[in-house]
């Protein structure tokens, strides 16, 4: 008998795990007309983001860019701020770049999606001042869920591979935040002028 489920019943079904490969009937993702070029930063979706945006001094400041079909590359360099052990950067922290980077792949195909559920396989230690190259891309779609992969690895694309992710994202609404954010926080992204910057800012929060 778990903490979690005391009673040992059933689990309702949206609190069952769900599977991380597409289906059988799952289709190919589609990457937008107006999606950016091949090779074209993507930004920060919001400037408090822990994971891209530039107002946070602690965060990961990951920089993503568009790759081809419906696939990014990013980066981010560990700092002294994201360990864990110490000269380690902490898992958790390692989890958050690879989600990062698997939430940047709904901008291809302009859809806002949240992550349903994510795995990461740490594969091997990744060191303070370390630059971790990510490349995540999406592996399916059925109905509003995203099935997706990613791979971290040290020091460029042909570097030992760090850390490893397969993410279950389902395409929400706006109303998704607006519902469950602070009123303050999604008061001023909906004032934002810059119509491009206030979409993205809701792109891929959970």
């Known amino acids: 008998m778990s903490a979690a489920n005391p009673t040992n019943e059933p689990r309702p079904p949206e609190q069952r795990k769900q599977p991380l490969e597409p289906p059988e009937d799952a289709v190919a993702p589609v990457r937008h007309p107006e999606a950016p070029a091949p090779g074209e930063p993507l930004g920060a979706h919001y400037e408090q983001c822990f994971g891209c945006g530039g107002a946070q001094p602690h965060g990961l400041h990951l920089v993503a860019r568009a ?6 590359t990013a980066e981010f360099t560990v700092k002294a701020a994201h360990q864990g052990a110490p000269g380690l950067a902490h898992g958790g922290v390692l989890t958050t770049a690879l989600d990062e980077t698997l939430g940047s792949l709904g901008w291809l195909m302009h859809v806002i999606a949240v992550t349903g559920r994510l795995e990461t396989d740490f594969v091997r230690p990744v060191p303070v001042d370390t630059v971790l190259h990510l490349e995540a891309h ?33 395409e929400v609404k706006v109303e998704h935040f607006i519902e469950h954010g602070r009123d303050e926080e999604i008061e001023a992204a909906m004032a934002d002028p810059d119509q491009v910057r206030r979409a993205r800012a809701f792109e891929v929060n959970p």
């Open 67 to 72: 790759g081809e079909g419906v696939s990014v």
């Open 138 to 170: 999406v592996t399916g779609v059925h109905g509003r869920k995203i099935y997706s992969t990613a791979v971290g690895r040290i020091g460029g694309p042909d570097g030992p591979v760090a850390v490893r992710a397969d993410a279950l994202f389902i």
